[in-house]
């Protein structure tokens, strides 16, 4: 590899170095081809990248995709580097095929396993997710067999994505009575526009910071609202994900927070992107966002991002314009 670009940091409380951006991998095989993505994966690795986001179902929604296909393609990659340089984090939960080939049981937990260890070419998964809650399995029965996972090698560690707090709190209570593994870290989405940036910070940031759980936020720029190419009063640009943003950030606010982002990247000669994910890493609970990209272009726009220091007069300024409103219990 070569010298590294992206600081690293550490996840959560535990000792495992990352890089500060993670690369999500969700359109490996959707949006982008495997040409594509092993480019992108080069461009990554070579600022000095580590921390690669995947998951058994990617991406399954699309036509003739069975899911599998982006683990595949990372794999075979993969079988060209030293495996030793990367975090592989991969995630499970999401149907892949039938009834029994899905949810958080023990049974398909370790089935899963190692069907994603197979695919990815691997003989261990860094780090293992659950992707969503299964309320149908007791908690117990998930985190022993995380448990017995990362006691037979085939995982380092293991995380949550989509939990809410009481999932959360839960889980650390089971693993710390029953000395199961816990999650050391949180997938959430997390961004600075609403009604994101609440639905995280108002329980679960300041259960994360206080348990020393890294957090590794998904869809940090709303779907590329925060981009800046979405601004107010005018035209939609020319996306298949337009429509869906403007049901679901456009509002006065949101375009205020796009403003803003906008006038701070200005002032300090950066992109509103790359304000937006650091306004992020200024967080104290925060270990890595997750970005994608269809392109190497578009991954080398976000890179600067992790390098970018925002003064307390920018942080005070974003915090103001996106700021929710708080019950006298929220701290």
């Known amino acids: ?41 080069d461009a990554y690795a070579e600022a000095g990248g580590n921390f690669i986001d995947t998951a058994d179902i990617y991406s399954n929604w699309a036509p003739g995709n069975p899911g599998g296909v982006s683990e595949e393609i990372i794999g075979r990659w993969l079988q060209e580097r030293d495996r030793s340089d990367f975090v592989v984090a991969t995630k499970v939960r999401g149907p892949m095929g039938g009834p029994l080939r899905e949810g958080l049981s023990k049974r398909w937990i370790l089935q899963a396993a190692e069907e994603s260890l197979s695919r990815l070419n691997i003989d261990y998964i860094d780090l293992y997710q659950v992707h969503w809650p299964d309320l149908e399995t007791p908690i117990e029965e998930t985190l022993e067999a995380l448990t017995d996972l990362v006691r037979s090698g085939l995982v380092r560690y293991i995380g949550a994505s989509n939990f809410p707090a009481w999932r959360l709190t839960e889980s650390l209570w089971k693993a710390d009575k029953h000395s199961f593994a816990r999650f050391d870290s949180l997938q959430p989405e997390y961004s600075i526009a609403a009604p994101v940036r609440a639905s995280f910070e108002r329980e679960l940031a300041i259960l994360c910071q206080t348990h020393g759980i890294g957090v590794i936020p998904y869809s940090p720029l709303s779907g590329g609202f925060l981009t800046g190419k979405y601004r107010k009063g005018q035209p939609l640009p020319d996306s298949e994900r337009a429509g869906g943003i403007q049901r ?39 270990t890595a966002p997750i970005i994608g990209a269809n392109s190497v272009e578009q991954l080398r726009d976000l890179l600067p991002a992790a390098t970018l220091r925002l003064t307390p007069e920018d942080i005070t300024a974003l915090d103001e314009v996106s700021k929710w409103e708080r019950a006298r219990t929220d701290v």
């Open 248 to 286: 679901r950030f456009f509002s006065d606010q949101n375009f205020a927070v796009v403003e803003e982002l906008v006038r701070v990247a200005d002032a300090h000669g950066a992109k509103p992107a790359q304000v937006a994910l650091a306004w992020l890493l200024a967080k104290p609970y925060m």
């Open 1 to 41: 590899m070569t010298n590294s670009t992206l600081p690293l940091r550490r996840l959560g409380r535990t000792g495992l170095k990352v890089s500060a951006l993670s690369l999500g991998t969700m359109q490996f095989g959707w949006t982008a081809d495997e040409a594509t993505s092993h480019a992108v994966l």
